[in-house]
């Protein structure tokens, strides 16, 4: 598709030369889009491509974050470094819990996720192992600098979190049109016919599960790393429910369509400040009318495209 | 010969409801076995026990020498046992083409990280497993359909479809439930000359079918189930003739 190929590449452009017109303020709403964006891409994995009802996503959030402020406050390892092992330690954590639920389905296992952030939530309140601050949480986490130059600015935290993003969906898309992709797909659209087809319907799901919690996880770092102070009540059930809803309403497995949704549910609320508390209830009213009319998402997932033309017709079956 | 497959005293109670009782039978290499019934004689319940879909109380799943019992659907369709269902279960959103994908699925290796680096070996794979699935396609003659979604065809392609996705599995037995579902004449009448060509693909076929001018036509030995217990079993010139079978199942006053 040309045009696709077009309007990606226009959005890349308008999204770099960003900083150039817009002041701090704004600056700083994009920042917190491309958070959101980057942790509903993540979500989308697990929720959009494998169909699971995950409500807990802030919880692998949260292990990336505190991670990161704890080994940087306590070691003084460089913040960027510790994207790799915050980005480990919230799949393992995702590995240990999602393992048991895995076989739970739809509500069930919706439930069971809000247990697992809020368990998160009240643990890192209580100070768990004397590390984590308890409410007031942990601050102090040191500015990044890439290659010596020292992150500071918005504009500067802007290339990091979009760059991130960019990074981001790159890998998303690639996995997504490929074996394991097509058989998360599958596991959505019906698990007894996957399974009948020969996937491997628990361990696919909970691939998906330690995947979107790795993803997470590096955004901790990242979040950490812009606000330089973390505290329990960033990483809700609240938070949770907002990036289940950038993906239901953006576009469930649409990637474009996520990212869309992430625009309109942190970004629009800036735009309406004027408004005070009537936007909430704008917002929840667009938000009905949408799931009444229009409950795929904005931006649907499109089918995948092969391309058979170069292929030997006979070659592969006997 | 070593039958590929062996059904040992196989039971299975759902509740009080006795819906496979103590059946027993083989398959041998390269056969075309039909199994047969009324309806409720617990053929697809068998069926779902030799796919690994339910677990026995009872009995044992011999395939290859190799015990079944207890092995997840998955492992099963690995080792070489690829079904169709009674009722389509498609992936009714996704293009043919993807449907037949989910059956290459199996015999391919690449994961999510070789995914994310796009490795050559997993390219290559990735245009491997196209070219099987089309050939699959081109095998159940519905190459032309590739782009279609699943849903937008007929129920005799779905049908066909997934006798493809079974396929694209490498299996050494397939096993049809219904396959003639829904099928007109002349799509019967194509549907026996594909059971034939899998056949001759050195693939071992069990099938369900109520259509008797299929199962007389294309089975090389039949099995006769009612109520959960095996009545008879032999060629189809024998099942035909034989008087507990004109009894339960064709009737009383055969034809």
Redesign the interface.
Known sequence: MKSTKYISIGFALLMASCPLFLDAYWTDVMNNVGIYAILALSLNVILGHAGLFHMGHAAFYAIGAYTTAILNITYGVPVLWLIVPSGILAGLFALIVARPIIHLRGDYLLIVTIGIVEITRIALINNIFDITGGANGIFGISRPSVFGFKLTKPDHFFYLIWGFAAVTIFFLIRLEHSRFGRALHFIKEDEVAAGGSGINVARHKLIAFVIGAVWAGMCGTIYASKMTIIAPESFSFAESVILFTIVILGGSGSIPGVILGAFLLVGLPELFRGLAEYRMLVFGAAMVLMMIFRNQGLLPPRPKKYSVEDLNPMGGAQ | MMPILRVENLSKSFGGLMAVNDVTFDVDKGSIVGLIGPNGAGKTTVFNLI?G?YQPNEGNVLFDGLNLLGL????I??RGI??T?QTI???????V??NV???C??R?R???L?????TPA?RR????????????L??VGL?HE?QN?AKNLSYGNQRLLEIA???A?NPKLVVLDEPAGGMNDQETQELIHLIRAIQE?GITVILIEHDMGLVMRVCSSLVVLEHGSKIAAGTPAEIQVDPRVIEAYLGVDSE
Do not use: D
């Open positions: 796919t879909n997840p659907t998955h492992t369709v690995e690829a079904r269902f279960r498609l992936f009714q959103n996704m293009s083409l993807e994908l989910a059956g699925h199996c391919m690449s994961g999510a070789a995914a994310m680096l796009r997993q794979e990735e245009k491997e497993a196209l070219g099987q699935a089309m050939a699959e081109q095998f190459a590739w979604t996705r079974a396929l599995t693909r």
